[in-house]
């Protein structure tokens, strides 16, 4: 077959090439991937234009069978496993409903204290730091208590107080507000306070992940919890 009448073949069948594009806009222009519909409309041009008296090998058509069968099944398998992984990555009303009543770590600055009390917290570093400090003050903006972390890798930092000031005094039943000032040789880190609170309700608005309600934080989002209490 002359690549003229090829390129007539494929003209006919939706392919375009340079040689019949012409001037138009050719959306498949650049294209370096084959889908499972090229791969049809290019067997079948095979089909229509073999030559009677040397028709295709039977063994050549099933190999080309089972290669279309391969996309074809590959195609199906990215779709079922981009399905699964969305449902995965969902969260659902009712599993959203099952945080009320617990308490989630998640980033804040406002912290309520314990029954026993004080707070327990965290940091998170997106750099290693030389100097990690976390200063709590009451509503006033008094410090309260002044924690030194030292130095620390990226990553979460942990930390709990027992409710007592520099002083050794009772803290009061707060609420405290939490700052972080995190350096790496005088350098500023980016950090974050994480705080635990108790989430009060869920709501599940119309498209999106569920929202809680969390004491001293206001709405959070699901993806935001670090951990759950």
Avoid at 1 to 12: A, G, K, V, Y
Avoid at 53 to 61: A, G
Avoid at 151 to 157: D, E, N
């Amino acid at each position: 077959m002359s690549s003229t009448t090829f390129n007539d073949t494929l003209s006919n069948l939706g392919i375009k090439t340079p040689a019949t594009s012409g001037t138009k806009s050719n959306p498949n222009l650049g294209k370096t991937t084959l889908d499972q519909s090229d791969f049809l409309k290019l067997m079948t041009a095979q089909l229509n234009n073999q030559d009677p008296f040397e028709p295709v090998d039977n063994t050549q058509m099933v190999a080309q069978m089972a290669q279309f069968s391969q996309v074809a099944g590959i195609s199906s398998m990215d779709s079922t496993l981009q399905a699964i992984a969305a449902k995965l990555n969902a969260t659902t009303a009712s599993d959203a409903l099952s945080y009320v009543g617990r308490t989630v770590l998640t980033p804040g600055t406002t912290a309520y204290p314990r029954t026993a009390g004080g707070i327990a917290g965290a940091v998170e570093l997106d750099g290693a730091a030389t100097s990690v400090k976390v200063s709590i003050t009451d509503a006033n903006g008094s410090v309260l208590k002044s924690l030194d972390l030292g130095a620390q890798s990226a990553g979460t930092v942990n930390y709990d107080w027992d409710g007592k000031t520099d002083a050794g005094t009772a803290a009061g039943d707060g609420p405290y507000k939490v700052s972080i000032v995190a350096q790496k040789d005088g350098a500023a880190v980016t950090s974050r306070s994480l705080v635990w609170a108790p989430v009060e309700s869920v709501s599940a608005p119309a498209s999106g992940s569920p929202v809680l309600s969390v004491t001293g934080l206001g709405s959070v989002n699901i993806s935001d919890v670090r951990q759950i209490g």
